[in-house]
């Protein structure tokens, strides 16, 4: 098992920059899939950015892509969502995910949500 810690979150102005972190426990983090995903005021929960669990391969919502960047670093147990030109609709609570199968079933870890608000 694995359990998250998100930090990072908080105020930017429209066009401002922002980093998460996740830190991760355990000895396993290399073998989940991350994701970061996002809630929105009056939304359902969207996902924002996928990386695999080598980090070769990165998936991003249209939304985001070209401004957002999702990497990982695995010697350190720790996921990283770069935010770059961030527009008021960013503004959102931002989940750290874990995902891997095993036993052929898929098992899923959350951490507890970060704010990101974007407003001028």
């Known amino acids: 098992q694995v359990q998250l810690v998100e930090s990072g979150g908080g105020l930017v102005q429209p066009g401002g920059s922002l980093r998460l972190s996740c830190a991760a426990s355990g000895n396993t983090f290399s073998s989940y899939a991350m994701s970061w995903y996002r809630r929105a005021p009056g939304k359902e929960r969207e996902l924002v950015a996928t990386i695999t669990s080598d980090g070769g391969t990165t998936t991003y919502v249209d939304s985001v892509k070209g401004r957002f960047t999702i990497s990982r670093d695995n010697a350190k147990n720790t996921l990283y969502l770069f935010m770059n030109s961030l527009k008021p609709e960013d503004t959102a609570v931002y989940y750290c995910?874990?995902?891997?199968?095993?036993?052929?079933?898929?098992?899923?870890?959350w951490g507890q949500g970060t704010q990101v608000t974007v407003s001028s």
């Open positions: 995910n874990a995902r891997r199968t095993r036993w052929g079933n898929q098992f899923n870890y």
